[in-house]
């Protein structure tokens, strides 16, 4: 079976992040013997949602939600990633109907079954405000920022069954995987750094022509609203929706799992209290909007700022080599007041805030591992590239952040437009 060419990114909670009956039910689900388990996670998952598509009508979401997850063991704690088919499913189909066209929307999904669809997920969001899903979803690439909560020795590359890369053992179920797994805190520490650099960097390059004060934007916010009338739309593409199909996550290889004593500043081990809605006490609310493959910004936030040059100005500092990286790299990631780089770790940051402190953080390449032949697979190194520019922002090496970035970017565009081959 061909499974599809997406990554997910997964945050996999400890037991005890789980309220009763939920706790005991996972901790059952991981002893089970008949559980669905490493690449036959992947097929179960698939085939499941195969069905739901190809039934007349299509079943938009299952109707009840499913009792699968991805199960992580590491120092002999149980971590879970539920699958959430149901949720993420209507989430899918909200978002299909927000981003295309009415009329094509509907040869994908009769407008009958879509608003069925959208008046079964207001009744249950009625009763379960929290519409955190712990897996997101990107079809036919990787989004630049999900690449920030990781270091370059977390990666674990699987290539026919052996361990290629520098960690992990040759595995039989596993034939051909690319991963990296940290902690949460690790991750948390990361994509703070990450934004403080960008934002840094940027400053000092957004007001290289004026001494006016920038403009103020703010962008429109909000989630996105079905046609009829139906609950926001979040999360990332379930299985038979806009990806379907997961990677298989279980055991992790030696190294990936969460260091025995957390590092300075993590949250003592134990329960986290919830308060309604999911959320964790003293944690910001979070609606896990998705917008794309990423988790949306709050609504009405302000985006910064930036100026664009005055008409016949001349820019100043032109001489400076720091200037000219500063204006290259202000210019390559705007198309905005505020850099969608920004944007994107901001909401990463946001969705990360959701979970237990002790929780895994999983990236999978998934499926695009079937879109890179070998070669291709040993020498991406996009985590290290990421670091990398994220440190020339910091020490001022502003044209090496540059360099990365646009190499980044280009790499992926180029494995992006696959997608429109014929």
Do not use: K
């Amino acid at each position: 079976m061909v499974l599809p060419y997406a990554a997910y990114l997964r945050v996999y909670e400890p037991l005890i992040a789980f309220g009763e009956p939920d706790r005991s039910r996972w901790a059952e689900y991981a002893a089970s013997t008949c559980r669905p388990r490493g690449v036959h996670a992947v097929v179960t998952e698939h085939e499941e949602a195969v069905r739901r598509l190809i039934a007349v009508p299509p079943i938009i979401a299952p109707v009840r939600e499913s009792e699968h997850a991805y199960v992580r063991q590491a120092e002999g704690i149980i971590y879970i990633s539920p699958w959430q088919t149901r949720l993420r499913s209507w989430l899918a189909l909200g978002r299909l109907r927000a981003t295309l066209p009415e009329a094509l929307a509907d040869n994908f999904v009769p407008r009958q079954v879509a608003d069925l669809a959208a008046a079964d997920f207001a009744r249950w969001h009625s009763r379960s405000p929290s519409i955190r899903t712990h897996i997101l979803t990107a079809t036919w690439h990787v989004p630049l920022a999900w690449f920030v909560p990781f270091g370059p020795p977390e990666r674990w590359l699987v290539l026919d069954g052996r361990a290629a890369s520098d960690a992990g053992p040759a595995t039989a179920e596993a034939t051909r995987t690319l991963t990296y797994v940290t902690t949460m805190v690790q991750a948390r520490r990361r994509v703070a750094r990450a934004l403080g650099a960008v934002r840094r960097g940027l400053s000092r390059g957004s007001r290289p022509y004026s001494d006016d004060p920038p403009p103020q934007g703010t962008a429109a916010g909000g989630a996105h609203r079905w046609p009829g009338g139906a609950a926001p739309v979040a999360g990332s593409a379930p299985p038979g929706s806009a990806a379907p199909g997961s990677a298989p996550a279980g055991s992790g290889p030696p190294g990936s799992g969460p260091p025995s004593a957390a590092p300075p500043g993590a949250a003592p081990p134990g329960p986290v209290q919830r308060r309604a809605g999911g959320r964790h006490a003293g944690e910001r609310r979070h609606e896990d909007t998705a917008r794309g493959s990423e988790v949306p910004p709050r609504h009405g936030a302000t985006r910064g700022h930036g100026e664009a040059p005055r008409h016949g100005a001349a820019p100043r500092h032109a001489a400076d080599p720091a200037r000219r990286g500063t204006d290259a790299l202000a210019a390559a990631l705007s198309g905005n007041p505020l850099p969608a780089a920004v944007t994107e770790i901001e909401d990463l940051g946001r969705w990360l805030e959701e979970f237990h402190p002790r929780a895994i953080v999983e990236l999978d390449y998934g499926g695009l591992v079937y879109l890179m032949d070998d070669e291709a697979l040993r020498a991406d190194q996009s985590v290290a590239e990421v670091a990398a520019a994220i440190t020339g922002l910091e020490t001022g090496e502003l044209e090496l952040a540059l360099a990365m970035y646009q190499r980044l970017r280009t790499r992926w565009r180029a494995l992006r437009d696959a997608e429109f081959a014929s």
